[in-house]
Every structure is written in structure tokens, then in C-alpha cells.
């Protein structure tokens, strides 16, 4: 995805914007596909992105940066018509396959996508993968809970506090 | 090493959960359709607990995932049962009594009253402290509570203006049904509304209280006289059935019109629809079907009738969308495919869904919750034999308990007066002088006879205090009504019924679960005075005979004077007293009777007939109640201590016959054998005949065990 900086964004019938990654890795995207984010859209329409100048994301390194842009991209001609209210059954069940195959990933991707998709406020994206973390939880006890999400085991204080707080909830463990 | 080990592949590994933001999280969360693992979520870690705690949040995850269905509020709450997947949820939140369905928070909790619950509000009704209930309270509501049982808050609305309160006139309203409407949809979260519907002559008005902007205003619709003229409703009262909700709207059938009303509470406008079939008598059940159309379930069973053809009918109904904001009638259409135009029976429900029942169970569609519908079924041998109160209990229990929804329709005065008439209910308590004794474990109706003495008045407190300033108690009990009697002032020790004269008679009618009453007018002076001095020996609520007997009830007074029983009946038809039946005691017994000579003061009821033992003792006296006939059973037990024989006992015999069992006191301690009397032996005295002849055959056993068996309150 890492594409070497072309030159007028103007040039073609679509118009492309250059992301810049954390690690300096350049990516030039169609700006519809961009505009998926919220963060990014203002900027895009107010033209910048476009030429040389790139906008830098400093909290996204290019591995993520590539993902979200594969969702972007995917998604951004739906996005155009609205929400799809024309896609016919087969667009949506080829978006629903693609998305169900974009998050069977490594879940150090995962995170790296949950932060993405909120600093870049990508609604679409967002969901997808609190979804997929929310699948990861369901039918799990609390301590089965926090081994999954990788967190350190409680301290003594905290463990009397979520006790007492089981109690209240007792009927969800049965 | 300089670098950190490598991530285990399977884990997220966050350093610490507060690693994720706020926004994250929540947004995981609403992935969570299942509130066990909202619970569980919530109790991983305390950053989770904060978020998935906070109001907003909640409200949110409600808004997404509908609450589960955790039971029913009867008279106490009843939570779920298994196997609904509710069901341990809802005993958790009954046993950690996690709300307060008494209200008690509201200041003066015994003058409110439930009319309604939506979105885990509830709708109250109330007087104003230091009064009892009016006539016509029912009828023009002014005090309106909306309260949340969970979080004990409650808002207290303003009255009605008068100015608005202006376009219906009290006497004018047939009735007034105050009832929780969803809140406008910009406002779904913190907002609500209630909508006091006053059904007049003429025309129906709506009140609609919106909490956003505090205040009332008032819709009418004008198209009603126009409706409800020409034939086929009733000449008077409510014109509507109980109500029904789908798509956030209201729908009431209307009686004997075969039509729909229907209220759409996004612009607040009435419109009506043409049902495909007359559905009288029938159990309807509405469901929204999808596409905004309405479903309709027609049960082709009822509780009351026989054969049994047990099937459910369904059709849809497309309701047009309304645009404007007026008031004016709109049509509807009927979903044709679901309606069959037949030339010789006219229109014909076509069924797209036939759901088939058990035969041999009663059937009846209550109402729906969500997805599901609701129908009661009932086996019919249980019906017959009366053996088993804790099956129609569990029956009962298990339909009420299927939905919020139908706490409304199962609490209902009529639904229930019917539902009773066909199951016989269980012995829930007693009514006793000094207030309620509910049935004690094992008896299988204790636990509802604790929630009855819960939520019934059994104090009598809204009646208004009668003529004798004295308090009121019950002298009967018949289908959920209590006869009350207030006497003048006498010393306690005195049993009072024996000095009671007709002249200083004071009773009412209550109904101590709705508290709801009737003060009884006296007994006219004309009628009373050429039988004077009159005593009381008996005072009962009689059977009407009539088909609407939910609704009528009769009281019969028995009196003695010196030579006479007279009856005294008043109807709550005519509302007056008159004597349909009158006995010449002198031709029963050589010796003399006084007015004062005490009869047994209690009576026992069977097959519309009343028993009592003769002051002789040697006679059982029987009042029909549906003829006003007396006669009398000879039963030639002179040997027998009158006044301390017990009070007969009627039973059904192997073969369906009634029988009398009578305790007789033979050496003047006390019952100690038990007579048994073919009670069809009675001969009737037709004007003041004395006809009277033996029984053919009269039985004897000594008695194992006596008890008391009068008194007893059915609900």
C-alpha cells in the first residue's frame, strides 16, 4: 500500500489526498475513501492532503495506517450513495464478508485498530471492531475477561471492590 | 534486554484497561446484547464498572437492547419463571427487592392507586389526603403520579386547567382513562407523557401532559358522535374495550361496532379501522406484524364456551401513515390478502396463521410481549373437578407472569369476574371481623393470599365513614365484593347482630382491591313498618342470576319478628329495597317464637340456595336466592341442643347431588355428630305453605373433626 508520491491529486476524475504515518510511510488514497473519517474530512474539504504537503497522523503507524485504509477504501463507494440505500443484496452481503474476513486478525492488530478507528472517528470501522471485542467477551467470566484483554491481575483492593460488585449481579453468573 | 517481550498473540495486552478510552469502551459494550455479559463486563474491572454504570450510558444500551421481560406486577411482583431465560435474572431482582411497588416513598402511599406502567414508570392515580373516595372520583381524575419503583423518584403532576378541563364536562363523561404514553421521539430518554382520555357523549377529548414542557394540553376529536350514532353499541357506558398498543399507537375495539380506534401518539390523532370480522365475545391480541402493519390474533376459543373449536386466527391490518396534525377521522386499510369476501356470510377472517391448541385445554389469548404472544390454557378436567386451585393458580400465575403487558388485562375487574366464574378460585383467606387472615402455607394459595392482603384495603379506609360514625365490617363476601356494616355504638362485649334493628341498617358494598364502594340507600319506612319490631338474623350478598353478574350484585337481609321471616333484597339494578319472600313461622313449630329468639347469624350458600338451622332446631331452613322462594327441611332432630349444633354443610355427593351435612349437639356440649341430609328432599312452599315432609332417609357419623368453615373471602 505504500505508494510513492505521484503528482497532481487533481489529475484523475478522482481526487487523492496523501496520508502521512507515524513512521514517515506515505500513503495516497482517493479522498472519498479518506473522508470515511471524521477527523480527516474537515481538512480534505478544505483542501488540504492534496500536492505534497500529506497530512501526518503521529498516532498511527503504517501497518494500522494500511488496515484502515483497506477498510476505507472497501467501504467508501457505499459510503458515497448514502448508506447504501441502492446497494442491491449482493453488495451488502460481499461488504459483510469482507468485514467478517477484516477482523479475523492477530488482536495486537486489533488494538492498534480500536485506537485508529477512534482518532480517526471512522463509524463504520469502529463498530466492526467493538463488535469483534465484544464477541471476545461474551459468555466470559470476569477473570476470563481480563485474561483476554491481556490485564494485569487485580490488586487485593480492587478484587474486594469487584466482589461486592458480583454480589449485585449474582443472577449473571449462574 | 533492551526490548520488551513479544506480544502473546492471543491477547490484546493492554497495559491497563484504562488504555481504552471511555468512547471505546461504551462502544463495545452496545455490542453486548446480553445483559448477563454487560453484568460480568462490568464487573471485570473497576474502569469498566464506572462506564458501564454511569446513567447515560444504560440509557444508551436500553435504547439498543429492549429490557429483558424480568415478570409481572399483580398485586405483588412476580417475577419469571423457568424456563423463561429471564428467569434468574428476575429472581434476583425480586429477592434483592431491588424496587418498591408499594410506592412507599410517595408521601401518602395507601391514596395512590396503579393505572398504568411504560419504559419502568408507573402512572398513579390519587385523592387528596384527608378524604375518602367520591363518587365521581373515578370519573374526573385530578391528582396524577408518575413514579419510577427502581430509583424511588416520583414527580407529582399539576392538575388539568380548568380551562382546558372546560371542553369535557363531568357529567357528561361516560369515562376517563388515564394511561402512560411513549414519549415524543426527540425527547425517547428522559421525557414522558401521560394522555387522560375522557370519553363523552358527544365527543372524546384528550389530555396529553408532556414532562418536557410541564404542561397540559388538550386534543379533541370531533368525528366521534358521528362513529358512535346508529346501532350496534351500547346505549350507555364506555364505548371502547381495554386498550392496546403497537407501533406507538393506541387501539381500542369498539362494542358491538366491529371497528378499530386507533390514536397515533406521534401527531396525537384518532383514526378508525374496519375489522374483516364481527369479534365479539372473542380474545384479541395485537402484535406488531412488521412493515408498520398491525397483526391481529383472533382467539376462536373463549374461556366460557363450549365446544371447543381451539384455534388461533391471525391478519394484518396496514395502518396509512398520517402526515397532518388533525384530529380528523382517516381511513385505514385492511390488508386484502388476509380478508375473503364471501358472498353468503359476507366477510370472513382468512386466516394466514393457524396456530392449533390442545382440545383439551381452555384457551384464550391474552396479549403480547414483543415477539411473543400470549394464551392461557387451562385444562378442562381441572375446571370440572375443582380439585386442583393450584393448577389454575399455576395457570394463572404462569400467564400473568408471561408479560408486563398483562398485569392490566389479568388485574381487570371483569376479565378476572369471568375468569373466576369458569375456574373457581382458590380459598385465598379470610375476611374476617378484625381484618384479613390470608391462607398459611402448605395451602397452595398462601402466597397469593399474602399478595391480596398486601394489595387490598382490607381496613375499609376509602369508604367514607357511614351514619354511625362507627367503623365498617364485613358481614359477607361474594366475587372480590365485601358487604360492610356500620353499627351504633354498643358495648363491645355485646354481640351486636342481635340488637341491630332494621331502622339503623347502614351498609355498603365494597371492593377492597380496587377500592371501589356503594353506600346502600336505608330501607324505606314504608316497607319496613307494618313487620315491626324487626331483628336482623341474616345478611348476605346474593347471586344476581343475572349474565352481567360482574356487575350487579344483590344483598339479602333476613328479619324475624314475632311470626314472620321477612327477606329484604336490594338489587344494585334497581337500586332499591323490596320483599320479594316471606315465611308465617307459626306454621312450622308449636312453640311460641319472640322477636328476639336468635337464629344461627351465618348461613351456608349452595347452588344459589342459603341454608340456615331453624331457633327449634329442628328445621334447616333454604332461601333460593334466584327465586326468593323459601322451604324447608324437616330433619327431626329435636333431641338436638339448637343453640350449640353448628351450621349445616353442604357438599356434592359422589353423583353431583348437593347434600346437607349438619353438626348436631346432642348432650348439650357441643356438635358431636355429623347428620348427612339429601338435600333433595326439600319441598318448596309455595305463598306460605306448610307442606313439609321428612327427608326418606337421614345418616348418622360421628365427626372427626369440626371446623369453621364460613367466612371465607374467594377472590
Not at chain 2, 358527544?202 to 388538550?218: A, D, G, I, P, Q
Request: negative net charge; hydrophobic residues 40%.
Amino acid at each position: 500500500m505504500a505508494a510513492p508520491e505521484s503528482g497532481d491529486g487533481n489529475n484523475g476524475a478522482a481526487r487523492m489526498v496523501t496520508l502521512i504515518s507515524s513512521d514517515n510511510t506515505r500513503f495516497e488514497v482517493e479522498a472519498a475513501a479518506a473522508s470515511l473519517s471524521q477527523t480527516l474530512q474537515l481538512t480534505i474539504l478544505d483542501g488540504g492532503g492534496g500536492g505534497g504537503d500529506g497530512i501526518p497522523l503521529p498516532n498511527v503507524d503504517s501497518a494500522t495506517l494500511s488496515k484502515v485504509l483497506e477498510y476505507c477504501i472497501k467501504h467508501a463507494p457505499a459510503a458515497a450513495n448514502g448508506g447504501a440505500p441502492n446497494a442491491t443484496a449482493v453488495d451488502r452481503a460481499e461488504l459483510e464478508r469482507f468485514d467478517n474476513e477484516f477482523v479475523n486478525i492477530d488482536q495486537s492488530v486489533l488494538y492498534s485498530l480500536i485506537m485508529a478507528a477512534h482518532n480517526l472517528e471512522i463509524e463504520g470501522l469502529q463498530s466492526l471492531v467493538a463488535k469483534k471485542v465484544a464477541d471476545m467477551i461474551k459468555g466470559k467470566s470476569p477473570m476470563e475477561i481480563r485474561r483476554t484483554l491481556g490485564f494485569p491481575d487485580p490488586t487485593p483492593e480492587e478484587q474486594a471492590e469487584m466482589n461486592a460488585h458480583m454480589l449485585e449481579y449474582g443472577w449473571a453468573y449462574e | 534486554m533492551d526490548s520488551p517481550a513479544p506480544p502473546t498473540p492471543r491477547r490484546l495486552l493492554l497495559r491497563s484497561p484504562s488504555d481504552l478510552a471511555d468512547d471505546v469502551l461504551r462502544e463495545i459494550f452496545l455490542h453486548l446484547d446480553s445483559p448477563a455479559d454487560l453484568a460480568r463486563a462490568s464487573t471485570t474491572c473497576t474502569h469498566f464498572h464506572r462506564v458501564i454504570a454511569d446513567h447515560d450510558f444504560l440509557r444508551h444500551y436500553h435504547a439498543l437492547h429492549p429490557p429483558p421481560l424480568l415478570g409481572i406486577l399483580a398485586n405483588v411482583f412476580i417475577p419469571a419463571q423457568p424456563p423463561h431465560p429471564s428467569s434468574v435474572a428476575a429472581r434476583a431482582f425480586k429477592d434483592a427487592d431491588a424496587a418498591d411497588f408499594s410506592f412507599s416513598f410517595i408521601p401518602f402511599p395507601h391514596r395512590w392507586r396503579r393505572r398504568d406502567s411504560r419504559d419502568g414508570r408507573f402512572l398513579l392515580s390519587g385523592v387528596p389526603v384527608g378524604r375518602g373516595y367520591n363518587r365521581g372520583d373515578l370519573v374526573w381524575i385530578t391528582d396524577l403520579a408518575v413514579c419510577d419503583p427502581l430509583h424511588r423518584r416520583y414527580h407529582l403532576l399539576p392538575a388539568i386547567p380548568v380551562d382546558l378541563a372546560a371542553a369535557a364536562h363531568p357529567p357528561d363523561i361516560v369515562d376517563f382513562e388515564p394511561f402512560l404514553a411513549p414519549a415524543a421521539e426527540d425527547h425517547m430518554d428522559t421525557s414522558f407523557r401521560v394522555i387522560c382520555l375522557a370519553q363523552c357523549t358527544t365527543k372524546l377529548v384528550l389530555f396529553v401532559f408532556s414532562s418536557s414542557e410541564w404542561r397540559w394540553h388538550s386534543v379533541t376529536f370531533e368525528g366521534w358522535s358521528a362513529l358512535i350514532t346508529g346501532s350496534g353499541g351500547p346505549a350507555s357506558g364506555s364505548e371502547l374495550s381495554q386498550r392496546y398498543y403497537a407501533y406507538r399507537c393506541f387501539c381500542w375495539l369498539m362494542h358491538g361496532r366491529n371497528m378499530l380506534l386507533v390514536l397515533n401518539t406521534c401527531g396525537m390523532n384518532f383514526s378508525t379501522v374496519e375489522l374483516p370480522q364481527d369479534y365479539m365475545g372473542r380474545e384479541i391480541a395485537i402484535v406488531e406484524a412488521g412493515d408498520g402493519k398491525l397483526g391481529i390474533f383472533l382467539s376462536a376459543v373463549t374461556l366460557h364456551m363450549t365446544p371447543f373449536t381451539s384455534h388461533m386466527s391471525y391478519c394484518e391490518i396496514a395502518l396509512r401513515s398520517q402526515t397532518n396534525g388533525t384530529s380528523r377521522s382517516q381511513p385505514v386499510e385492511v390488508n386484502n390478502s388476509t380478508v375473503k369476501q364471501d358472498h353468503s356470510s359476507g366477510k370472513l377472517w382468512l386466516p394466514r396463521l393457524l396456530l392449533q391448541l390442545n382440545v383439551h385445554y381452555g384457551n384464550g389469548a391474552l396479549g403480547t410481549e414483543q415477539m411473543w404472544i400470549d394464551v392461557t390454557s387451562i385444562r378442562e378436567d381441572v375446571i370440572i373437578t375443582h380439585l386442583a386451585p393450584d393448577l389454575v393458580l399455576n395457570a394463572y400465575r404462569t400467564c400473568s407472569a408471561a408479560c408486563i403487558s398483562f398485569r392490566r388485562i389479568i388485574t381487570d375487574g371483569s376479565f378476572l369476574r369471568r375468569f373466576r366464574v369458569v375456574h373457581p378460585p382458590p380459598l385465598l383467606g379470610f375476611a374476617a371481623y378484625e381484618g384479613f387472615h390470608p391462607a398459611q402455607p402448605p395451602h397452595p394459595s398462601a402466597p397469593l393470599g399474602d399478595a391480596l392482603a398486601g394489595a387490598a384495603d382490607f381496613s375499609y379506609s376509602f369508604v367514607p365513614t357511614g351514619r354511625w360514625n362507627t367503623p365498617w365490617h364485613p358481614r359477607d363476601v361474594r366475587q372480590g365484593r365485601v358487604l360492610l356494616e356500620c353499627t351504633p355504638e354498643c358495648e363491645p362485649a355485646f354481640d351486636y347482630y342481635d340488637i341491630v334493628y332494621l331502622k339503623h341498617l347502614e351498609l355498603a358494598v365494597c371492593d377492597p382491591l380496587s377500592r371501589r364502594y356503594r353506600l346502600l340507600p336505608r330501607i324505606p319506612y314504608e316497607l319496613r313498618i307494618q313487620y315491626e319490631p324487626l331483628v336482623d338474623f341474616g345478611l348476605f350478598l346474593a347471586p344476581t342470576g343475572d349474565d352481567e353478574e360482574e356487575k350487579t350484585f344483590s344483598v339479602v337481609r333476613m328479619s324475624c319478628n314475632g311470626g314472620m321471616l321477612i327477606a329484604f333484597v336490594f338489587s344494585s339494578i334497581t337500586g332499591q329495597w323490596r320483599i320479594p319472600a316471606y315465611l308465617d313461622l307459626s306454621s312450622l313449630s308449636h312453640s311460641p317464637i319472640t322477636a328476639h329468639i336468635r337464629f344461627t347469624s351465618s348461613c351456608l350458600e349452595y347452588q344459589h340456595c342459603f341454608y340456615w338451622t331453624a331457633p327449634w332446631g329442628d328445621k334447616l331452613l333454604v332461601l333460593d336466592a334466584l327465586r326468593f322462594e323459601f322451604s324447608v327441611i324437616s330433619n327431626n332432630l329435636t333431641a338436638y341442643h339448637a343453640r350449640h349444633s353448628g351450621q349445616p354443610l353442604i357438599v356434592e355427593d359422589g353423583d353431583g347431588s348437593p347434600e346437607v351435612y349438619f353438626l348436631a349437639d346432642l348432650y348439650g356440649d357441643g356438635p358431636t355428630e355429623l347428620i348427612r341430609i339429601p338435600a333433595t328432599v326439600v319441598y318448596v312452599l309455595g305463598g306460605g305453605g306448610t307442606v313439609i315432609r321428612k327427608p326418606s332417609n337421614i345418616e348418622r357419623w360421628k365427626p372427626t373433626k369440626v371446623k369453621n368453615h364460613t367466612g371465607f373471602f374467594k377472590k
